[in-house]
């Protein structure tokens, strides 16, 4: 691969103090008075690419992180450390005005098609906004009204309803102007927090149709958060899975779903109910709670549930190490397979 | 004007709103024509064929209303007044709301220090005595009608801003706000093009509320008299009614400017009601 990636996360950290003010940190213990700043590892390291026309997934649990992430990149959150590269170049510290720029490769998808346009405003107000973020002649604007016409046929809407409010609207209907509006500036890269999630199956798959079919009309990448399995097997090339704020296993889609190597990755197949895939792997059956995020367990961050773990599990984190294929696995047993039993 | 035109249709929904509409709008046309209407000068002595000054005149053809004690037309001095109430009613219920609009966006959004310095100030505010205030401002300065606008404009936003800062506090969290920010929106574009509209039905909610407050604040201070004295209004009519100890004499001289301040501060409250059920249950239901 010669082009330069998309998107190129390195060692991507995210942490959020919490506690509030002075007194409610206040704590007094044996060794005297002292402060403390309880802090939540939401995101711990991640790293990952993403090329042209590629669709990137994460996957994991509800507060894995996935969601974090994404948000980090788009920016809503400034990250704690690592790099961003957005086709070459790391936005990771970028102020606000820097990051105008940015935003025109650069856009974002939510979950909540309901929450996430304004009620107030209507469609062809919403679908313009990232476009009169960046252009600023008179010229350049005057040719914003047809561009709109041309995003809402090209979504799937009528221009009629440029005039319309949000409500006005059914979900599927509503997520389409969110494509629209992210379309708008023509990214290179589409940030996606669960775009289907909140809508009914039916509509699902029109809408990660229509995302596939963007893809292939402009080379969108995405970087695609959800938790829907079936969701992800359909539509990404590439599936990360994430388990407290940490990737554990990396690969191609079809790699991942046909010989997943975390254990936590298997636990994860085989907890999804409607995915059929051609494997033979025993099932693992989780038990206990996922950790705090405030307090890291040492070591790997599954092993508090993990059927495998053994001593070297509590002293040592595993790093991410490539098994073939593109795969790239975050666990001991890779050096120790004798270990793989129950 | 989007907003005042469904403004409209919204209040003309109800039947108390639509009765309350015609009221007020046919004292605002009141309050444009009637110095123009009105058969004489607000503070012109009339005289009777022979000369005499009409001291007290019950209504009749030529007075409607009857005159004061000093040979004043009633419905005249009703008319003048009209005007006044209206735009003292009006200036200061728009300062009001932008005042206290800002004051509420900014803190609600911003928070943090912006916050707790902009919250103080209207804590300060809230302590203050409203009508001892105006009252000893209005000794200190000259007795001007516009003063009498101004110290209400800096003392009213008050529970404006509080009641907005709430509203804004909550809408800041929303998604949209953080897909605005992904758009590239810096934070006037977020508070006057995002947040704000969401603000509307609250302002204009609050716009009656102190249209309302501010014309009965006018007439009491008028009927104290404290009043500016070159400008004749319904609160100043009926401290000369009550100066002159001519009330039980005279009742057309109390009652029409008793009246006319209460219909027209309970239909601006009914508009201000009529709008607010049916806004509050589902935002989202109207346009």
């Known amino acids: ?342 | 004007m989007n907003i005042f035109k469904s403004f409209i249709q919204i209040t003309w929904k109800s039947t108390s709103g639509r009765i309350s509409l015609i009221i007020f709008g046919f004292c605002l046309v009141l309050a444009v024509v009637g110095p123009h209407i009105a058969p004489y000068g607000p503070n012109e002595r009339c005289y009777d064929a022979a000369g005499k000054l009409l001291r007290l005149a019950s209504p009749s053809w030529d007075h409607w209303l009857g005159t004061t004690v000093l040979g004043r037309d009633i419905l005249s001095q009703m008319l003048w007044g009209a005007q006044t109430a209206m735009l003292v009613g009006l200036l200061t219920a728009l300062g009001t709301v932008v005042i206290g609009l800002n004051f509420g966006l900014i803190a609600g959004y911003f928070g943090g220090r912006i916050d707790a310095i902009l919250m103080r100030i209207t804590d300060i505010l809230l302590g203050l005595p409203f009508l001892p205030f105006i009252i000893v401002l209005l000794s200190l300065t000259d007795r001007n009608i516009w003063t009498i606008i101004l110290a209400m404009m800096f003392v009213m936003w008050r529970s404006t801003a509080r009641i907005v800062r709430a509203e804004v506090m909550s809408l800041r969290q929303r998604q949209f706000i953080a897909a605005a920010r992904t758009t590239g929106a810096n934070d006037t574009d977020i508070l006057y093009r995002e947040i704000a509209p969401n603000i509307m039905p609250l302002a204009v909610t609050s716009i009656t509320f102190a249209l309302a407050w501010a014309i009965i604040t006018e007439a009491s201070i008028g009927f104290l008299g404290f009043g500016d004295p070159d400008v004749v209004s319904w609160g100043s009519i009926l401290y000369d009614a009550y100066a002159s100890q001519m009330m039980y004499r005279a009742p057309w001289w109390v009652f029409p400017p008793g009246i006319a301040i209460m219909i027209l501060v309970t239909s601006v409250y009914f508009i201000g009601r009529a709008y607010e059920e049916v806004i509050n249950p589902r935002l989202q239901e109207r346009m």
């Open chain 1, 1 to 342: 691969m010669t082009d330069t990636p998309v998107l190129d996360v390195r060692d991507l950290e995210m942490h959020f103090s919490v506690g509030g003010g002075i007194l409610d940190r206040l704590k007094l213990d044996r060794s005297g008075l002292r402060l403390e700043t309880p802090v939540v590892h939401a995101v711990n390291g991640v790293s990952f690419k993403i090329n042209r026309a590629e669709i990137m997934a994460l996957v994991g649990e509800s507060g894995c992180g996935k969601s974090t992430v994404a948000k980090t990149i788009a920016r809503i959150y400034q990250p704690t450390a690592g790099e961003v590269r957005i086709e070459g170049q790391d936005v990771a510290s970028f102020g606000f005005s820097d990051l105008l720029p940015v935003r025109a490769k650069m856009q974002m998808i939510f979950q909540d098609p309901y929450a996430s346009l304004n009620p107030r405003q209507r469609v062809r107000d919403i679908v313009a906004e990232p476009l009169l973020e960046q252009t600023k002649t008179a010229n350049e604007r005057a040719e914003v009204p047809a561009r709109i016409e041309q995003l809402l046929t090209r979504v799937g809407l009528n221009t009629e309803h440029a005039g319309r409010y949000p409500h006005q609207f059914s979900g599927g209907q509503r997520q389409r102007i969110g494509i629209a509006r992210a379309l708008s500036v023509t990214p290179g890269l589409i940030i996606a927090d669960e775009p289907v999630s909140a809508l009914d199956v039916s509509i699902q798959a029109q809408i990660l149709n229509l995302m596939k079919d963007l893809r292939d009309e402009f080379g969108l990448a995405y970087l695609f958060i959800s938790h829907d399995l079936s969701v992800v097997h359909h539509i990404a090339d590439w599936v990360g899975v994430m388990y407290l704020g940490f990737m554990v296993e990396n690969a191609p889609r079809d790699v991942l779903f046909a010989r997943p190597r975390h254990p936590y990755t298997r636990a994860l197949l085989s907890a999804a109910p409607s995915i059929k895939t051609k494997r033979d792997i025993e099932e693992i059956v989780l038990s206990g709670e996922v950790p705090s995020a405030l307090d890291l367990p040492s070591g790997c961050p599954f092993r508090t549930r993990c059927p495998f773990a053994w001593d070297r599990c509590a002293q040592q984190r595993p790093h991410m190490q490539d098994v073939g294929d593109g795969q790239t696995v975050a666990c001991h047993l890779i050096d120790e397979p004798e270990r793989d039993s129950i």
